[in-house]
């Protein structure tokens, strides 16, 4: 085993690669997180052999392996991904020709109802912990005895998100399919310092990062926010250390995506909660309360003329993305960014191979 730092350019610019390759499985994409998409696969004459093609292509172009599950639901498609993946790492768990890819919809009815028996219920796709050992309590431990269950049922004693699970897994779609991804509710950027952080000017460079990133994020989504949440702890670990943890949310006077105005809400919460005296391990800033901008609050300006503020951004985050990120910064944030004691340490991560020209992978004969 071998341990390496987080390196979190090249893991998206990997996802982004990934996403665009599986993304030739069918006409509509959803990508659910880092790793992971739903695939519209309507109309695809032999879906299983054109996605043993897609999986085949990920692997040679980008050396990534992957599983691929396809099911009526978004449910039953996870749970197929869970078989394909299962399958293949663990051999004699399933049936081995449903390794790498697996397609519920080819299966005869008596193999399904094996698959189903074989797969413990906290396997299934929005049943957790809790849950499971509640169903267990009542006998059901397997996937068959959930797909046969009463849906009605299932909403009365446990809930309406468990009956919609009951439906899915009988085939009735009741997860919509999103083409875009939905705006957040929340944006927060946090990150553990490489070293503890007692002083405030190392604190205030790196709350003002935070909220420069969150306000990035924001605007990436063409949203506002409506208050800044942030928070300040020490490390639980460190017994020997005097423990303190505090979080504070500021409104903003309006809804905004601004850079400076959000950091200087988070700056002034930073300063409300700060103590001297301790070994800050982690610090975050989340924004809350998040509306389109389009839903934009007006109010009477008596004093200045309106600023553009808008057009500030936008060049702001043009450079940043044509010159790297950090180029231009709020002047909070400090400059002496490969010396800052709050980053995280990160001396064991792997080159920026796929995203830096001067770190490209040098091949010799």
Known sequence: MTALSANFGLYGDLSTRMMSLAAGLGPHQEIYSIDE????VDGIRDVTARARRVRERILQWIDIPCGIGIGATKTLAKLANHVAKTAERKPGSYPGELAQVCNFADLPASDFDAVLVATNV????????????????????????????????????WSVVFERTVRELQGMACIAFEDAPAAKKEIACTRSFGWPVTKLEDLMEAVTSFASRAAEKLRKQDSHAGQVLVFLHTSPFRKTDRQYSRDIVVPLRKPTADTNLIAQAALLGLHAIYRPGYNFAKA?????DLADALLEQHELNLDDPPEDRGSLMTAMDRLNRRYGRGTVVVGTAGTARPNRRWMMKQELKTPNYTTDWNELPVVRA
Do not use: C, H, K, Y
């Open 284 to 288: 975050g800033v989340m924004l809350l």
């Open 37 to 40: 998409s739903f695939i519209a």
């Open 122 to 157: 906290e396997e299934i796709w929005g049943v957790g912990p809790s849950l499971t050992r509640q169903l267990n309590a009542e006998g059901i431990t397997n996937a068959l005895q959930v797909v046969q269950m009463d849906p009605a049922m299932a909403r009365r004693r």
